[in-house]
Structures are given as structure tokens and as C-alpha cells.
């Protein structure tokens, strides 16, 4: 969504084949190099690095953390595809758990509108998110049903009377975690990309965790600011510079230390 309040989604265009290194994203993290909250970290190093062809610094991880970051930038190349069946599987899936009152009537149907998506048919709102987007939005449903479900159906606080719609908001913060971490470079070059490959390393499912977080953590957002439609933009930007703090916390080892996690309900 732009700051004119156009659409939700944000297209990224999802390459196959490129360089990492080409991506370019923005940061409002500053890097210290030696800082307490690098060292407290338990990462490879407390160097930081610049290539001359790169203004900006970049950080070196050990051999698991490189595995695990290539498997996730793996999974962030996928494009949704509406011909894969494994694609469709999934996004029945997400109904199923979405609504397993209401029997699904078609992969392009009027009844996706009632989770939020943009038109009858969601494969349309997935470019800009990719296949991991729909995996994230299913983690949410199957891991935290309860936190899930009252975001979908809006069952908490004061809502406006133009609320986000849920489907495509979860796009948008996959794409915004993405951006966030650095996660299309070679290595991050932001203290919170590095600081997230720790967890990663120890959790392989700490981005679809780190989805979930998020997500009731831009809902709290929203409520807290009384925000309507028209607002969204501003409350992820919110939610963002508030996720960053967190991941910064000298005390986190984990991503379930995050004080925005106690939000989930199972």
C-alpha cells in the first residue's frame, strides 16, 4: 500500500536465477560495529565488512546460518503457480482451516473475498508475496488457531468501521519481513538481518514464527492508533520499527523472548 492509500499489496517481482547481491532494500537499523548487541548475540563475528561495490555493510555468518538463509531465499523465490497442484492443495488448505464450516465452492470464487482477499480469485494478490506467503498465512492458521481466527474474523478491541483485509494484509508483512531482514542479499547488511540468521539457525520455522509475531503485533498496532484503511501504511511502519526494537533486546535469545510473542493465543 502506498502512502496515497492505494492497493494493499506490494508488488515485489520474484526472480529466479538472479544475483543476491543486486537486491536492494532499505533499513532503518544502524549497524555499531563491536556494539553489546552484536557481541550478545553469539554470532560469527563482530567485523563488519564493506565490498566496493556495496556502500553498506554486510556481516559474516557461519556455515549453518549460510544453510539455513539459502533453504529460506529458496522458499522466497517460489512464485505462486494456480496450474501446481501442490499450490492449490495449499490454498484449499487455508480455506479449510479458515472456514471448515463453509465448503469451498471453487480455487476462483466470491467466497475468498470473505478472508480478505482482493477479488474472487487470490492467486492474483500472491505476486506480491510469492508461494511463502500463502505457507506463512497457513503456520498462522495451523500454530496459533485461536490468535488466527480473531484476526480473521476481527473478534478483538474496538475495530474500525473500515478494517484491513486479513488475507492481503498477510501478504503484505511477508513482504515486509523480507524487506525488513534483508533476506534477497548474498549476507544481510542490517544488524536485525543478522541478528534473525541466529534464530533461524536454531529454528528453521523462525520466519513463519516471526510471520505470526507480526502479524497480531500490526493488529495491537492498529487498534492502539484507531486506524482505519486509509492508515494501514502508517501502522506497518509502526509495527515495523517496533518489531526491530524487539529483535534487538539484549535479553533475546529466542524469538518466543519477544515481547510482542505473549500477544499469540494457541
Avoid at 105 to 116: P, V, Y
Avoid at 169 to 198: H, S, W, Y
Avoid at 204 to 217: G, H, N, P, Q, R
Wanted: with cysteine.
Amino acid at each position: 500500500m502506498d502512502d496515497r492509500g492505494g492497493s494493499f499489496v506490494a508488488v515485489r517481482r520474484i526472480s529466479q536465477g538472479l544475483e543476491r547481491g543486486n537486491a536492494c532494500h532499505t533499513t532503518s537499523a544502524e549497524v555499531v560495529a563491536g556494539s553489546a548487541a552484536w557481541l550478545g548475540r553469539g554470532l560469527s563475528c563482530v567485523c563488519v565488512q564493506r565490498r566496493e561495490s556495496d556502500a553498506r555493510p554486510s556481516f559474516d555468518l557461519t556455515p549453518s546460518q549460510e544453510e539455513c538463509l539459502l533453504r529460506l531465499q529458496n522458499r522466497i523465490d517460489v512464485a505462486y503457480d494456480s496450474l501446481i497442484l501442490e499450490h492449490q492443495e495449499a490454498l484449499k488448505a487455508l480455506w479449510k482451516v479458515a472456514f471448515p464450516e463453509e465448503q469451498l465452492r471453487g480455487l476462483i470464487s466470491e467466497q475468498w473475498k470473505e478472508m480478505g482477499w482482493q477479488g474472487k480469485d487470490p492467486s492474483t494478490d500472491f505476486r506480491g508475496g510469492g508461494f511463502i506467503s500463502l505457507e506463512n498465512l497457513l503456520y498462522f492458521a495451523r500454530n496459533f488457531p485461536k490468535s488466527f481466527q480473531d484476526l480473521l474474523r476481527k473478534q478483538e478491541g474496538d475495530r474500525a468501521i473500515w478494517e484491513y483485509p486479513f488475507a492481503v494484509a498477510g501478504v503484505n508483512i511477508t513482504f515486509m519481513l523480507i524487506q525488513m531482514l534483508d533476506l534477497e542479499a548474498l549476507k544481510p547488511r542490517n544488524l536485525v538481518g543478522a541478528t534473525f540468521l541466529k534464530f533461524l539457525a536454531e529454528n528453521e520455522s523462525a520466519f513463519d514464527l516471526l510471520y505470526c509475531i507480526t502479524f497480531k503485533l500490526m493488529d495491537n498496532q492498529w487498534l492502539a492508533m484507531r486506524a482505519s484503511y486509509m492508515d494501514f501504511n502508517a501502522v506497518m511502519k509502526a509495527t515495523r520499527r517496533q518489531l526491530e526494537e524487539e529483535l534487538l533486546q539484549e535479553d533475546i535469545t529466542r524469538l518466543e523472548d519477544l515481547p510482542s510473542y505473549n500477544l499469540l493465543s494457541r
